[in-house]
């Protein structure tokens, strides 16, 4: 047995997780390569490795001639004399296997050989590494802060390197070398290199991946996110519904005393997260999407994908939020443009019908009241 050939195949194996039969595969094709450096052709020769001992043969398929003078290639036929000593049953026309002793390559040969199987062991460390982290594009992985290179910064995820852009950072965010954060893999790419790897802390997916690694219940899919909205490093919007009717979706997310949520918000360097209550009625959905301010009423056109919503005065600036982030963050979360109006507005606003922004139930308890 070849025990250290066999070692040192359990060790790569182990160690960059390649296959030993892509290494015999390579071995075979080294030792060709070195037949053909050293006798200047291969094509009668041929390479055996037992897969369980780790021996490994070479030799060449030679036509049998009476003479020497008969040997027109010394590559592709042998005397009979000379093929006696190999096989005394050997006869003129046989095809005799003639080993090949690998110690007899000359140096270059050698080398050759050897960078065939370098050269086999890279390509198939890069396709592992490429398979192994191409399952996890579109999902969040964690990495070590490297280095800038320039305004991006260089992650190590294990046995990779990704790239976090600039146009894929926070702003404001600033990161240490040794700092683990968690990235959404945005795409991974095989190169020559190597696989190239992008990733981004702006992307909504990082949100909705840290909440399924956060909420047992969004794993379980017993709560789903229906949608989210996000402007990175300030706020996020998420809309979220239950399957089960016995379990507040809102609840579940935001956790005890706000632990679930809060772990986000941490990892997220303290962005806000508005969650709230999916709801098929658009109308109740743009409510919802719009707290935390209070809403009057909402008139939705499902058809157009327009909405006129009705708040208090001294709600309007709540409802539309600091520099408009809050109506716009609704509007992306409801697919709906939304125009929002205060009462007063809306009141003098030409051709305004109050009962217009109320569904016909609310209409009618209205009426009665008065």
């Known amino acids: 047995m070849n025990k250290e050939l066999m070692e040192a195949l359990n060790i790569l194996e182990k160690e960059k997780e390649i296959s030993k039969e892509t290494l015999f595969e390579a071995i075979e094709n080294s030792l060709m390569t070195a037949c053909k450096n050293h ?15 780790c021996d490994f043969l070479v ?24 093929a006696k000593a190999v096989s005394k049953k050997a006869q003129v026309g046989d095809m005799l296997h003639v ?54 910064i260089s992650i190590n995820l294990g046995k990779a390197d990704a790239m ?59 709560v789903e996110i229906k949608s989210i909205a996000r402007e990175a490093g300030s706020r996020t919007k998420i809309a979220v519904w239950s399957v089960d009717p016995n379990v507040d979706a809102v609840g579940a997310c935001v956790g005890m005393n706000g632990a679930r949520v809060n772990a986000i918000v941490e990892e997220l360097r303290g962005e806000k997260i508005d969650i709230v209550n999916w709801d098929e009625n658009p109308g109740n959905l743009i409510q919802n999407a719009l707290s935390p301010a209070k809403i009057v009423a909402v008139f939705a056109d499902p058809d ?11 709600q309007l600036s709540l409802a539309i939020g600091k520099e408009g982030q809050n109506a716009r963050l609704a509007a992306r979360l409801t697919g709906y443009k939304i125009d929002i109006k205060s009462e007063t507005q809306a009141k003098d606003a030409p051709g305004f019908r109050y009962e217009d922004y109320l569904d016909e139930e609310d209409y009618e308890e209205d009426a009665t009241e008065e």
Not at 60 to 66: D, G, L
Not at 201 to 211: D, G, N, S
């Open 39 to 53: 006798f200047g052709k291969a094509d009668n020769i041929k390479v055996e490795i037992n897969r369980e001992t």
């Open 59 to 82: 030799y060449a398929e030679k036509e049998v001639v009476e003479t020497k003078e008969e040997v027109l290639d010394d590559c592709l036929q042998i005397c009979l004399d000379d």
């Open 99 to 152: 080993e090949i002793k690998s110690k007899e390559f000359g140096r270059i040969a050698t080398m050759n050989a050897k960078n065939v199987i370098l050269q086999k062991i890279r390509e198939e460390e890069r396709s592992v590494i490429y398979n192994q982290y191409f399952e996890k594009e579109k999902d969040v992985v964690t990495g070590v802060v490297q280095r800038y290179v320039g305004k991006n």
């Open 164 to 222: 976090l852009l600039e146009s894929e950072q926070v702003k404001g965010e600033v990161f240490s070398p040794t700092e683990r954060i968690k990235v959404y893999v945005l795409e991974v790419k095989n190169t020559p290199k190597g696989p190239r790897i992008n990733v981004s802390r702006t992307h909504p997916e990082l949100v909705k991946r840290l909440f399924e690694s956060e909420v047992t219940e969004i794993k379980d899919g017993t």
């Open 304 to 314: 157009e994908k327009t909405a006129k919503v009705v708040v208090p005065d001294y």
